[in-house]
Every structure is written in structure tokens, then in C-alpha cells.
């Protein structure tokens, strides 16, 4: 009798004291506020998007998602802080098809392992526009190689990074061309596209939309897109395969990613919100001005297109000879 007085005792004093325990990080997450990690510049096209990310996650999360800058050596300093961050879900990273798959084939060591990182779910795709300086009057990419044949080693091509899709696709171009041109690394479009307004830099892949703002007002020449068919809300902009270059059909993408050990449990509700975000109507016509076609939001879309384009990004690698660092 007096052992099962002390058991029931136990048993309440044990269901008194967990009333008290805090919860789980998984089971109240989100506590406080989520840093984005951009491994871009503010200002540029991927910064505007990750912030249309952040502010729409923010109503559906309940919590601030705050958007953070670390820009440079061709996005690999943004993904390796965010990839050393404690797998909380407090740090996640809006990476790009540079820091997933082609960093890989420029570095001999990565400070960082692409495969460890968790994929929240996929983001979004974008094209690129061949502009050009005004100073140039190029009329279109035959124009570029014109001036390029004739003047060897003259031009110069602004990209946003070694190695980035900027870069490969100036390297294709030059390939399928035959020319030869100066490239020209920045960290970003922010950087970049203010050389090619004020004609220090003669031409540059840039995104649809931030390149279609300047082509629009006059700025910049508007040249081809990348896009393996031509785009529905500028049909008049042919592509480079149109224009007798072909299979420089490359295209930047982007998807959300957590540290290596980020528990399933934290990672449903960021894919949540993320899926959340790129249904809003509002949210995807903000993406869809900016030249952004937005995915689907589901991390097995990510894993996917990572095994699909890794061999795709090795050999575009070799191809523009790009020594590893």
C-alpha cells in the first residue's frame, strides 16, 4: 500500500515537473527571427528576390525573416558561413546553381561540402540577357562579334563572379563565337550593370528583369536572351541559338538550404512557407516582373536538378577552361 503511494507520487511529481520543461527547439520553432543568407551583394537581382522571399515567409512563418549579405569569391563565402551555422533552422541560405553545383569544379577544397548542405525546397528559375553598352551601338550579337573578330582581345565582358552563370555563359558565347574578350568579375549585378550604363564595360549576361528595367529605359541595348525559346513577355528579344549560337542555353536557379543536420521537424515548416510564398499571386507576380519563373518549392525538385545539371556544369567548366583555385 505505502509502495503505491509512493509510485503515484512519483508519477504526478514527474507529470507536475514536465509541464514546466520548455519545449523542444522543433516543437516552438520559430521562436525568434530567421536569417536568409544571400551570397550576393545588395542591390542586385538575387538580394530583391531574396527579399521577396523573406517578406512573404514572414507573414506565413510568424516571425522576421531577415535578409543577409555575404557576397564574394563567387558565392562561396555566403554559402560557407550559412553551412557552418548551428542546424537550428535560424540560419538558412538562398543558394544558387553557382554555389550547388558549379563551385565544385573551380576549387580544389571547398570550405564547405555542397552534398552536406539540406535542401528546404527549390526557388526559382531565371534567364539572362545579352546587353550591351550604349557607347558600343551594338544592334545585336553578330554586331558584338563584329566588333570582336576585328578588334582582338578589345572587347570586355562584365560577369557577376568565376564561375557563376554570368561567366559560363560569356565563356559559351565566346566559344561558339570564336572571339576572343577581356572578362570582367564583379560581385554582383549591382556592381556590374552601372560599368555597362556608364560604358566601361562593353557587354554583360545579366538577368531578364533587371536587364529589361535598363533596356526598357533606354540605358543598355537589348541583344538575345538565353532561354532555350523565346520569352512571352518580351517575344520580341531573340534568343542566342536564334541568332546562330547555339547551346548556350543557360540559365541561373535558386533554392533554399540548411545546414547538414537541420531536423526534418524545423525543415516542414520553412518548405511550408516557401511553398506558401511561391503560390501567393502577389509574391509570384513580383518574381515573374523580375524575370524570375518560380518553382515549386519542394526540396526533392532541388536534389533532382542538382544530380541533373552536375554533370552538365563539369563539362561547361572544362569547356571555358577554367583553372581550379
Not at 50 to 59: E, F, V
Not at 142 to 170: D, F, Q
Request: charged residues 20%; aromatic residues 6%; glycine residues 8%.
Amino acid at each position: 500500500m505505502r509502495l503505491k503511494t509512493v509510485r503515484s507520487g512519483i508519477t504526478a511529481l514527474t507529470v507536475a515537473l514536465t509541464c514546466f520543461l520548455p519545449a523542444s527547439a522543433s516543437e516552438s520553432f520559430p521562436a525568434r527571427a530567421i536569417d536568409l543568407v544571400t551570397p550576393f551583394p545588395a542591390g542586385g537581382a538575387t538580394d530583391a528576390f531574396a527579399r521577396i522571399l523573406a517578406d512573404s515567409m514572414t507573414k506565413t512563418l510568424g516571425q522576421t525573416v531577415v535578409v543577409m549579405n555575404r557576397p564574394g569569391a563567387g558565392t562561396t563565402i555566403g554559402v560557407s558561413y550559412a553551412a557552418r551555422q548551428k542546424p537550428d533552422g535560424y540560419t538558412i541560405l538562398l543558394a544558387s546553381n553557382s554555389g550547388l553545383v558549379t563551385s565544385r569544379f573551380l576549387y580544389k577544397e571547398l570550405p564547405y561540402d555542397p552534398d552536406a548542405l539540406v535542401p528546404i525546397g527549390m526557388a526559382g528559375y531565371g534567364p539572362s540577357i545579352l546587353i550591351g553598352s550604349k557607347a558600343q551601338e551594338f544592334d545585336n550579337p553578330e554586331a558584338v562579334v563584329e566588333y570582336a573578330r576585328a578588334n582582338p582581345g578589345a572587347i570586355t565582358i562584365a560577369n557577376h563572379g568565376t564561375g557563376t552563370t554570368a561567366h559560363l555563359i560569356a565563356e559559351c558565347f565566346k566559344d561558339k563565337a570564336g572571339i576572343e574578350a577581356v572578362d570582367v568579375p564583379f560581385k554582383g549585378s549591382a556592381e556590374a550593370m552601372p560599368m555597362i550604363i556608364n560604358g566601361d564595360i562593353d557587354i554583360l549576361f545579366e538577368m531578364a528583369g533587371p536587364a529589361m528595367i535598363q533596356g526598357n529605359a533606354g540605358t543598355v541595348d537589348v541583344l538575345a536572351v538565353t532561354s532555350p525559346r523565346r520569352l512571352e513577355w518580351i517575344s520580341d528579344v531573340p534568343t542566342l541559338s536564334e541568332m546562330g549560337y547555339p547551346g548556350c542555353d543557360i540559365y541561373a536557379w535558386w533554392a533554399l538550404m540548411a545546414p547538414s543536420g537541420t531536423p526534418s521537424e524545423v525543415l516542414a515548416p520553412l518548405s511550408r512557407a516557401l511553398q506558401h510564398a511561391l503560390a501567393d499571386e502577389e509574391t509570384r507576380k513580383k518574381l515573374i516582373n523580375m524575370g524570375i519563373d518560380p518553382a515549386d518549392g519542394k526540396a526533392t525538385t532541388v536534389s533532382e536538378l542538382v544530380k541533373a545539371e552536375t554533370p552538365r556544369y563539369e563539362r561547361l567548366v572544362k569547356q571555358a577552361n577554367i583553372p581550379t583555385q
